[in-house]
């Protein structure tokens, strides 16, 4: 009976608590906010996550142009970790704090397009504090007369009364305002500037450090916002892609392809395009020395680890790239003496280490790795590259180099890679008797890269024929080989494009020797160069052409028997 009473009393409260709601208004919904400080910047470069805050150091990372001369400045951005997603306007507040040189907060819209020898400036705002002096970049994503040196659309500096205010960004329509302490100093017509729902935080400094006490966003009523992780995530790996087809005629056999952190991270095409049909990577351009150690003792993995963590996420075999190379050089390593030999047992340990130390640090989760690469000179000849690794060691410093690696990770698997060398001729029997000389020399060179670059049909293409004997004749001397960076120009159209991938393809796997398959891009999303007058021009080179397959990757399909 007892039990019955309290039954009921439960249920009159529960009515009266169920009428009470009912004749409550509906309070005003609060609006959208992100403490971004919670969020993930683990992979950031110059990021490291402190108890109160984020502490921020300069990497003075750069990118060195192919000649040496000449560099343009790649502030790190957070592409592994959080972005914001914002479907209408939006409110960004940070707190900068103990400034010791200058400090740099970066929005963009998408993230840099980020090629061998430049970077293309998306969409976005940049806001760069040095005392109370604030400079306001704002890049409209437009053409660039010059995309090594990029101009924003709108610059000006004004002078903020407390540097340790709080700076914010309100996007209100097509209006964007910039606040000190919740004063405007700046408003401009460049809302339009983020159209694409996305925004991409950035923190870096010039020359010194810097403390973030707080970041946050907010999206007004009306409008929305959130937290989004990498497009890489949802990405899955598919039954019948070009790794499953190959797996099917040769399990050991991987389809690779070099990858770029941004497209990684912010489009679901390309992240679809990668996991679905590759079974292993190459980081483009992220293990290259400007991107590891920007200043001599100074190494910023973050890019590069993030993404070897995609692979291991995704079961996939990692191919490093690379360590001894004349481009793609820090300017200390580019500029370290070698004139005396006291200068060059000083330079000779300082590239020592940094081989140590890189590879140490990748030790077991890479499968293989350019020990060397592009040794021989631009011109298709044979002479040596004088680069900084002739001058301090000599012609025998492939075989330095091969030792050091061996001594930091003895299982990891060594390639020569160079082009030019994929047909008959004195490259190839140049690329041949290196390999067999460093290994004479107490190397440890497993096998060769074969680049297989086809940039004229009528110059480079690869015939069948010639590519089997250059297998045949490294195989014959005990050498394995990897087809390494492979695309081809679609100049003469996309079926004869389409022919010489499927051949380069199924040669390769004829051959016991040719142990894997690596195409030099994903999606032509992302295939830029410079051409000879200056201007950007957009390659049609790789397999995905603005999220759609190519009729190279069909060609590439049937190849592996699909």
């Known amino acids: 009976m007892a039990g019955r009473a309290h039954a009921l009393m439960v249920v009159l409260a529960s009515g009266l608590l169920l009428a009470l709601a009912a004749c409550t208004p509906n309070p005003t919904p609060e609006p959208d906010m992100v403490d971004l400080l919670q969020q993930d910047w683990q992979h950031t470069p110059g990021v490291t996550v402190e108890q109160d805050g984020l502490q921020v150091a300069a990497t003075t990372r750069s990118i060195v142009k192919q000649g040496g001369g000449g560099s343009q400045s790649n502030p790190p951005l957070n592409l592994a970790g959080t972005h914001l997603v914002a479907k209408g306007d939006f409110s960004l507040s ?30 976005g705002l940049r806001l760069t504090l040095r005392g109370d002096n604030l400079e306001i970049a704002v890049f409209d994503g437009s053409p660039q007369h010059d995309v090594t040196n990029p101009q924003p659309a709108h610059d000006e500096h004004v002078t903020v009364s407390d540097p340790a205010a709080a700076l914010s960004v309100r996007r209100s329509g097509g209006t964007l305002e910039i606040a000190s302490g919740g004063n405007t100093v700046s408003s401009m017509p460049l809302g339009a500037v983020f159209e694409s729902g996305k925004l991409w935080l950035g923190l870096s400094s010039d020359g010194g450090s810097f403390q973030v006490s707080s970041l946050t966003a907010t999206a007004p009523k009306g409008a929305s916002l959130s937290a989004a992780g ?103 390593m580019r500029d370290l003496p070698s004139g005396s030999e006291p200068e060059r047992r000083a330079s000779s340990k300082a590239l020592l280490d940094y081989v140590t130390t890189v590879v140490t640090h990748f030790k077991g989760r890479l499968d293989s790795l350019d020990v060397v690469n592009e040794p021989f000179d631009v011109d298709q000849g044979t002479s040596f590259q004088q680069n900084i690794w002739y001058r301090v060691f000599g012609p025998g410093y492939p075989a330095v180099v091969s030792k050091a690696v061996y001594d930091a990770d003895p299982d990891v698997k060594q390639y020569i890679n160079e082009n030019g060398a994929d047909v008959p001729g004195p490259r190839r029997d140049a690329l041949l008797k290196l390999a067999l000389n460093t ?75 040719c142990v894997s398959y690596t195409t030099w891009g994903v999606d032509d999303r992302y295939d830029w160069r410079i051409d000879e007058k200056g201007s950007l021009q957009q390659g049609h080179d790789f397999l995905f052409d603005g999220g759609k397959p190519t009729p190279a990757y069909d060609a590439m399909r049937r190849a592996l028997g699909g």
């Open 230 to 332: 990498p497009a890489v995530a949802q990405a899955e790996q598919s039954a019948d892609g070009l790794q499953a087809l190959a797996a099917r005629m040769r399990p050991d056999f991987k389809i690779g392809a070099a990858v770029a952190l941004g497209p990684l991270g912010s489009d679901p095409d390309y992240a679809r395009e990668f996991v679905g049909n590759f079974g292993a990577l190459t980081p483009e351009n992220a293990m290259k020395p400007q991107f590891l150690s920007p200043q001599q003792g100074v190494y910023t993995f973050q890019e590069a680890d993030a993404i070897l963590a995609i692979a291991e996420r995704k079961g996939m075999a990692v191919h490093g790239h690379t360590i001894a190379f004349t481009e793609a050089m820090p300017r200390w």
């Open 439 to 513: 290994n004479a020399l107490g190397g440890h060179i497993y096998g060769v890269g074969l680049q297989a670059h086809i940039y004229d049909l009528e110059t480079d293409a690869i015939s069948a024929s010639h590519l089997t004997d250059t297998l045949k004749r490294f195989e014959d001397a005990g050498l394995h080989v990897r087809i390494s960076e492979n695309d081809v120009t679609d100049g003469q159209g996309t079926a004869a494009q389409a022919k010489q991938y499927a051949t380069v393809l199924a040669t390769c796997l004829r051959s016991s020797a």
């Open 94 to 123: 940070v707190s900068l704090t103990d400034v010791t040189a200058d400090a740099s907060w970066t929005v963009y819209d998408s993230p840099p397009v980020i090629a061998d020898e430049f970077r293309i400036e998306p969409a």
